[in-house]
Every structure is written in C-alpha cells, then in structure tokens.
C-alpha cells in the first residue's frame, strides 16, 4: 500500500501574484504544492488593467507576495501602484514584511529600490530560485510575526498562523486582525476598527459582528482582548 502523502502547508492561506509577460508554469507548480494560491498579472496587451487590481490588492492585505520577473514588470508594478494611490500602503507592507516582493534579477531590484520598495533578490537563472525566496520568507520567519498568549502569530491575506497551525478566515475577519497585528499590542478603538472592514457595512454593530465572528473562527485561541470602552488590542506578549 502507498503511504498517505503529507500536504505541504508552508504557503497556506498565501495570495501569490506572478507579474510578468508570459507564463511560468514551474514556478507556479512549486508555489502551489506549497499551499499558495497564485495569479498572474500580465503586463502589457489586453489584460494590463490586472497589474494594477493587483497592487490595489497587494495594498489592502489581500496580496501577501508579488514575484516580478523582468524590469519591465517592475516598472508596470510601479507605475500602476502609484496611478492607483497604492504605492506608499505598498512600501509599508513590505518594510515590515507583512509583503513580499521579489526580484528575479538585480536589475528588476534596481527598478524597485529606485520606488523606495523593500524587495528580496533571486537568481534569474532558476525558478526555483524565486520560489525558495518565498518558502524561505513565509516558512522561516521572515514575516511579520507576533508573540502573543496563543503562540506567534502570522497573518495572511487568506487567515492567520498562530503557534504554526494555519486557521482560514472571512475577509473581514483578515482585515480585523490585520489592523490589530499592525498595533501591536495597542488599543484600537472601534471607529478604527470599522475603517479596516471591508464594504460599507462600518457601523459599531457591524464591528462587533465581525469581532465574535474572528473569536468564534480562532476557537479555543485567545487573541482579541475587549479594553472596556476604549475598543480591542491583540494579546502581544511585551518581550
């Protein structure tokens, strides 16, 4: 009898955007093995207009790493971000390593440093090269990661990793935790915490909605603390 083979979950939960001017069918099989949903963003032609839907993702959280295959996807990449309002969101996610963007090639890493943009650099001669850099970002600490009473704590635009079990989550609920992870272990009132939410729907109520739907998707994980009329703080361990 064949053994049961072990899903590969490193990439769980990871919206991967390939940019581009033609396919690259390995390294999407490698991204995807790894638990990755991945799309591409052509960058000339008809469908151009997806480069910059892609950097509007990319800077509302929905995007966790951007590969960029030539300089002139980086120049698109850049061009369609600033056109978008996108570029300074952009710059801080990836500073912080919540984003990541990669560069095949020193000359594609040129054109991004160029924009102030925070990119990691692979070799142009080897897919797997990119992929590595991304496994190595998201499976070896190199995301933004958080002590907190539930373990450390990840988040991706598709859940959270908490204490290195993957938990998927609504939207809504990403954009919940993701305004919190980027406090820290600071407050967040509740006017704050319905500008993350997704849609129209912002209200006190609607706030509190999506708070009991995060805590009942974390189950038994402890991670949003109520601060009695002052709003939510995520349970950071001060180190």
């Known amino acids: 009898?064949?053994?049961?083979r072990t899903l590969d979950t490193t990439l769980a939960g990871c919206a991967i955007v390939i940019a581009d001017e033609c396919s690259t069918g390995d390294l999407d099989a490698i991204l995807s093995s790894r638990g990755a949903t991945v799309r591409h963003a052509v960058v000339q032609g008809p469908g151009a207009n997806e480069l910059g839907q892609a950097a509007i993702r990319a800077a509302a959280?929905?995007?966790d790493a951007v590969i960029l295959v030539s300089a002139s996807a980086a120049g698109y990449w850049v061009e369609a971000a600033d056109r978008a309002?996108?570029?300074?969101?952009?710059r801080s996610r990836a500073g912080s390593g919540r984003l990541l963007l990669v560069s095949v090639g020193a000359g594609v890493a040129d054109r991004l440093r160029d924009a102030e943009l925070?990119?990691?650099v692979s070799d142009p001669e080897g897919v797997p090269s990119s992929a590595d850099r991304v496994i190595e970002h998201f499976g070896g600490g190199g995301a933004l990661s958080l002590p907190t009473d539930a373990g450390l704590v990840e988040?991706?635009?598709?859940?959270?990793v908490v204490d290195g079990v993957f938990v998927?989550?609504?939207r809504s609920a990403v954009a919940l935790i993701d305004t919190l992870a980027a406090a820290g272990g600071r407050v967040i009132s509740r006017a704050d915490r319905g500008a993350a939410l997704p849609g129209p729907q912002r209200t006190p109520h609607a706030v509190e909605a999506a708070?009991?739907?995060l805590r009942e998707a974390l189950g038994q994980r402890v991670l949003v603390h109520t601060v009695v009329k002052r709003g939510y703080r995520l349970a950071v361990i001060e180190t």
């Open 155 to 160: 988040v991706r635009s598709g859940g959270v």
């Open 1 to 4: 009898m064949t053994p049961a």
């Open 211 to 213: 708070v009991a739907r």
């Open 85 to 90: 309002d996108a570029l300074e969101s952009i």
């Open 61 to 63: 959280g929905e995007v």
């Open 168 to 170: 998927p989550l609504s």
């Open 118 to 120: 925070r990119t990691a």
